[in-house]
């Protein structure tokens, strides 16, 4: 398939930024041949430009903010940029068309999901109604949607997140496109429906012939999908390559390190933790979301989110909560903190129930027990500087405040900040600086038990690499104990002592991670571990602290 | 057993239970709230005839009822009430219903008009505001918005008469029809829409910059969204971007605003009304304040409150239609 002449073909291509951004080309100089039947995977992190260049072949780019600057690109020989707005209008959704990230967002709230397959068709189709709509149904077949006829009609917030990429996936292919772009499209996905997403792609890709490009941050899924691979840093292609030699053999430094960054699927060695006092304990805890309305108003069902857990957590040891969306595992946060009411059960806190305490025992039992939240952008209020956000907690619990900031000073230089950084706001900083500012204020409290919620999902891998290493080694010195919340198998397989597997709030398994990993019981856990993208593939270790 | 009624029905007799406890309570507060004012209708009354007898005003008191303790009077007003019985207006010597329903259409059909006309008006400019963002024609349109948002009623009114009506003497001054003209069909309908052009006209130029400013924002927000990005893919134009992608959802927050703004526009509509003497119900709730007209007050608040859960009740259907996210339960 080499021999072919390529679909796709960029030469040298620059996107301007607008005057006064931290770079003045989002891309450098990108090349990159796309030839039919191969999956291209363009590889980088937030910020590398990588959206910009799918932008750029479809000539949907911010113009005039945003353009391109020079370069050229070619498909099916045609030069893209020479075309008028009307060829670009016949190409899009014909030709090119593309698949994104969100499938809750990228489709719109108010039609059908048939409609909104049938609007290709009618842009770009001849054919009547019934045609289309046979044309339509056909689609979203060959997609493995059960019950086609039914999802035609249905609303977009009617069907599960991964029918709704489905659903994308069949507008995208509905006119069997030369060159499809996916741009992160199962990010936002359960492992177990990226999986199945990623095999969907594979298998239409196959069927039709179609170049496609592949955008991810992931290097999971670039070992699960791709044939060739090109890893973009602030614009510039640092290696490109074909996927087995960039996946195993990475020659750039920055290719190495992203590598390297990516959490081993091998857990640590087991602690000899079960001899150490448990400082947090749940019994039988219970949640359910009650059914609103009453006699005047209109009743919903009731969610049982979480039902009769117990766990227990030793001192010193992470016990990882890991389950897919629904599973209620982020209920198990906030109950344990008792930032949810349990319906029912007990969460012993160093040996005193912290759900039967009165409201002020409540506060004074507050600072055994702090969490670390998901999103470092909203979990910090925009409107205080970094020290009075970390020496707020002790001050409310009666610090004299100048010993709070003095301490919130010293903390800042425990997770690896500059003390200069106690002055200034929240929005002045990275993710990845943000989510230490919240561990900061974490420890603050000097806890006994930190929850962590997701902390490293929004973080680009080399970011949560470092967090993780940070959070590791301050467990470590601290002698902390960790509830950590993840979706992430990989993560929580680094990070991990212990682990509970959830689903549909019951744990299925639960053990010594290594040993969960190694000789999984349940087959809800055995399908989870085997949905990891690029399980077969293990990151050749080379520099570990890079990044 | 389960009732075997379509959901849109039962969910409109949910809400029709609902508004009953609600209307009770407004007439209850309003009907104390009036009796804490000092003064009522005798007082009024015998200030308008220049003074009577202290035995005269006894006996007035008596005859209305207006001797009985306030809780009395409340009893016997909510009992008269639940009849749907107004009582009677000693202003104007007619039962309040009679009073309220003479002047209701002309009161619905100047708001239904200015609103229908500012909603309509302002939607478009909205639009095409926000899709010529930062240019000249958005900065015209959204300047003129602000001057008639900022400009007061009454002054907006005036200015309108002396321009139309003592210069040009195109329309006439106020009033709801020629008083001599004894018009018949298609002329009093004319006759009416000639009355009615500047009071509409000076109501809706008011509340047109409410939609214009929240159609532009919704609009500049809903097309940043992904979904449209998702059309551009599939190679829409921007007419169809417009209308079936943007206008759709970015129609939501403006309708919420309409639904609001019908329920007070009758409070609005006091100065117009006055200015163009028009007999609307306005005009009759200051001329009752003024009078003391206690059960025509009263009869006007009923009268709101019922138009302000009927118009919420049918902004949430207009809703549900409009976002299919929303069910109705």
């Not at chain 2, 018009?183 to 009615?196: E, F, N, P, R």
């Not at chain 2, 927000?221 to 209308?243: C, H, I, N, P, Y």
Request: with cysteine; glycine share 8%; charged share 20%.
């Amino acid at each position: 398939m080499s021999d072919q002449s390529p679909i796709l073909e960029i030469r040298d291509l620059k996107i301007a930024l607008p005057e006064g951004s931290d770079r003045p080309f989002a891309l450098d100089g990108l090349n990159l041949t796309v030839k039919p039947g191969e999956i291209v995977c363009m590889v980088g992190e937030s910020g590398s430009g990588k959206s910009l260049s799918a932008g750029a072949i479809m000539r949907l780019l911010p113009e005039p903010h945003v353009h391109v600057a020079g370069g050229s690109i070619s498909f099916l020989g045609d030069d893209i940029l020479a075309k008028t707005d009307r060829e670009m209008k016949q190409i899009r959704g014909n030709r090119i068309s593309m698949i994104f990230q969100e499938p809750m967002t990228a489709l719109n709230p108010q039609k059908t999901v048939g409609w909104q397959i049938d609007e290709v068709l009618k842009l770009h189709m001849e054919g009547n109604r019934a045609a289309r709509r046979k044309h339509a149904i056909e689609m979203l077949n060959r997609v493995h949607i059960p019950d086609p006829e039914s999802a035609y009609n249905a609303y977009p917030h009617q069907i599960s997140g991964g029918q709704r990429q489905r659903v994308m996936i069949a507008m995208a292919l509905s006119l069997s496109p030369k060159l499809v772009i996916a741009d992160e499209p199962t990010t936002a996905l359960d492992v177990t429906t990226q999986l199945q997403i990623l095999k969907l792609i594979r298998e239409l890709q196959q069927e039709d012939g179609a170049g496609v490009l592949f955008i991810t941050h992931d290097f999971g899924v670039v070992a699960e999908i791709a044939d060739h691979v090109i890893v973009l840093r602030q614009g510039e292609v640092v290696e490109q390559g074909a996927a087995d030699q960039v996946l195993n053999h990475p020659q750039h430094p920055y290719t190495q390190a992203l590598i390297a960054s990516v959490p081993d699927l091998a857990p640590p060695p087991p602690k000899p933790v079960s001899t150490l006092p448990v400082v947090l304990k749940g019994t039988g805890l219970k949640k359910t979301f009650a059914a609103k309305g009453g006699l005047l108003s209109g009743k919903r069902k009731a969610v049982t989110a979480v039902k009769d857990l117990s766990f227990e957590l030793h001192q010193g040891e992470t016990l990882g909560v890991v389950g897919e969306s629904g599973s209620g595992k982020t209920t198990v946060s906030r109950l344990v903190t008792r930032l949810l009411e349990a319906d029912a059960g007990a969460v012993d806190v160093d040996g005193k129930d912290l759900l039967a305490c009165s409201p002020s025992e409540l506060r004074g039992m507050r600072k055994h027990i702090q969490m670390v939240f998901q999103d470092p952008m909203a979990s910090l209020n925009p409107r205080k500087r970094v020290v009075d956000l970390i020496a707020q907690g002790p001050i409310v619990h009666g610090e004299d405040p100048e010993k709070a900031r003095a301490r919130a000073r010293e903390l800042l230089e425990l997770v690896e900040l500059s003390p200069a950084a106690a002055n200034r706001f929240p929005h002045e900083f990275s993710g990845g600086q943000r989510q230490r500012i919240g561990i900061a204020r974490a420890l603050a409290m000097e806890p006994k038990v930190i929850v962590a919620d997701e902390p490293v999902s929004a973080l680009d891998v080399s970011v949560q690499a470092q967090v993780l290493k940070l959070l590791a080694d301050l467990r470590d010195r601290m002698n902390l104990s960790l509830l950590f919340v993840t979706h992430d198998l990989r993560v929580a397989a680094q990070l991990c002592d212990c682990i509970i597997v959830m689903q549909k709030g019951e744990i299925v398994e639960a053990g010594v991670t290594a040993e969960v990993f190694a000789d999984p019981k349940h087959p809800y856990t055995r399908n989870l571990l085997s949905s990891i993208p690029g399980r077969h593939w293990t990151p050749p270790v080379r520099n570990t602290d890079a990044a | 057993m389960k009732l075997a009624l379509p959901p849109i029905l039962i969910y409109s007799l949910r809400r029709l239970v609902q508004a009953v406890p609600v209307v009770i309570l407004i007439m209850i507060g309003t009907f104390l709230l009036l009796k804490l004012a000092p003064g009522d209708t005798v007082d009024a009354l015998v200030g308008d005839m220049g003074g009577a007898d202290a035995q005269f005003i006894e006996r007035l008191r008596v005859e209305y009822g207006l001797d009985q303790p306030v809780w009395v009077q409340l009893w016997r007003y909510m009992e008269k009430l639940a009849t749907f019985d107004l009582g009677w207006s000693f202003v104007y010597e007619q039962p309040v219903s009679t009073v309220l329903m003479d002047r209701l259409g002309t009161t619905l059909l100047l708001m239904a008009t200015s609103l229908s006309i500012a909603f309509t008006v302002g939607v478009a400019l909205g639009a095409i505001a926000a899709r010529r963002a930062y240019s000249l024609t958005d900065n015209v349109i959204s300047t003129l918005g602000l001057i008639f948002y900022a400009t007061p009623s009454f002054f907006l009114s005036l200015m309108m008469m002396l321009l139309f009506s003592v210069k040009l003497g195109w329309l006439p001054v106020g009033g709801i029809k020629t008083i001599a003209g004894f018009y018949t069909g298609w002329d009093h309908v004319w006759d009416v829409a000639l009355h009615l052009i500047m009071p509409t006209a000076a109501l809706s130029l008011i509340y047109l910059s409410f939609y214009l400013r929240l159609m532009r924002s919704s609009v500049l927000q809903v097309a940043d969204l992904d979904f449209v990005r998702t059309a551009r893919a599939k190679g829409a134009g921007e007419t169809r971007l417009m209308f079936h992608h943007i206008m759709r959802n970015a129609l939501l927050p403006v309708v919420t605003l309409f639904g609001l703004q019908f329920s007070t526009v009758l409070g609005g509509s006091v100065v117009v009304e006055t200015i163009f003497t028009l007999p609307g119900l306005g005009q009759l709730a200051y001329q009752s304040v003024i009078q003391r007209d206690m059960n025509t007050l009263m009869g006007i608040i009923f009268l709101c409150s019922i138009i302000v859960v009927i118009v919420n009740f049918l902004t949430d259907l207009l809703y549900a239609r409009l976002d299919s996210r929303i069910e109705l339960a």
